[in-house]
């Protein structure tokens, strides 16, 4: 089973704070972390620790962080081959987190804003290759956009996890097979004002109107609505002792999501295996740690049956 994956590289600057700060409040009691993350590469590492052969692009600095970055995509088994080295430094994400997992993030893009859709089209061949492609949106939409278009154009299924969320052009939308967002970011996929008085079962049949394919929407603790050819259903979230860290639960589950879909399980089955991985990630702390093994996560499925 072969997985492409298009999107980020960047290194976590993690505090963990008694509370958020308000705005122009300081706030002390924190403890820090650095660690490896963009939601390319974890995603690209998870789905290798479940057993694919992933091929990863994404664009990274001649400094510290890049090399480092080499080091752990080796280490993990991620073909990093056509990794794109830019001038500019290495992606930074600064993340809080709060005693109840829930985090915030602001994001200096650095390396990623160079990656255009001509630094895509090396990949044309890994794609073609691949079960099924995975891109992210933390790299620039022309990338996301060239990487979809060679995906539909190889015939590769394609799955766009939109995160962050933007509003997506009309050109885009038929270049997608499946697409993942959360609650927050399906009404800005579909350019709808914060009011918009929608239902999840009304934004998930609009996402798939507009793909012509299909759609997961997630919602954290209430598990996630699926919609695709046979209907729509709902995917009940496995419940955990405490959640620590929420920070890598959506890789996860995108990354469970590719896998299975890889296998050629259905889609309602692929999410339910994405479920417990999104359930194993938000119980450890930082996101490279919270990203299960294939046989981890088979043991957790088999304890909650």
Known sequence: MKIAVVGSYGVGLTMRVPRVPAPGETV?????????????SNQAIAAARLGADVSFLTAIGPDD????????????????????????????????????????????????????????EPFRAEIAAADILVVSMEIPLAAATAALRIG?????????NPAPAQELPDAVWPLVDIITP???????????????????????????????GSAILTRGG?????????????????????VVDTTGAGDSFTAALAVAIAEGRSLRDAA????????????????????????????????NR
């Open 272 to 303: 339910h295996f994405a479920a417990a991985a999104g359930a194993h990630a938000v119980t450890i702390a930082g996101v490279i740690p919270s990203l299960p093994t294939r046989d981890q996560l088979n043991s957790e499925i088999g304890s």
């Open 182 to 212: 959360n609650q927050t970011e399906a009404p800005v996929l579909l350019g709808l004002a914060p009011d918009h008085g929608l239902s999840d079962a009304e934004l998930i049949t609009e996402l798939r109107r507009r793909t012509g």
């Open 28 to 40: 002390s009691g924190g403890t820090f972390q650095e660690g490896p993350g963009g939601k390319g």
């Open 152 to 160: 539909r154009e190889v015939g590769t299924p394609t799955l766009l």
């Open 65 to 120: 962080f890049g090399r480092a970055a080499t080091a752990l995509w080796r280490a993990e088994g991620v073909d990093a081959e056509h990794v794109v080295t830019t001038s500019a430094p290495t992606m930074v994400g600064f993340i809080l987190v709060d005693p109840t997992g829930e985090n915030c993030i602001s994001i200096a893009p650095g390396a990623l804003d160079e990656l255009d859709a001509a630094s895509i």
């Open 222 to 242: 209430r598990g996630a609505l699926v919609s695709d050819a046979d209907g729509t259903a709902e995917v009940p979230a496995l419940r955990v002792e405490k």
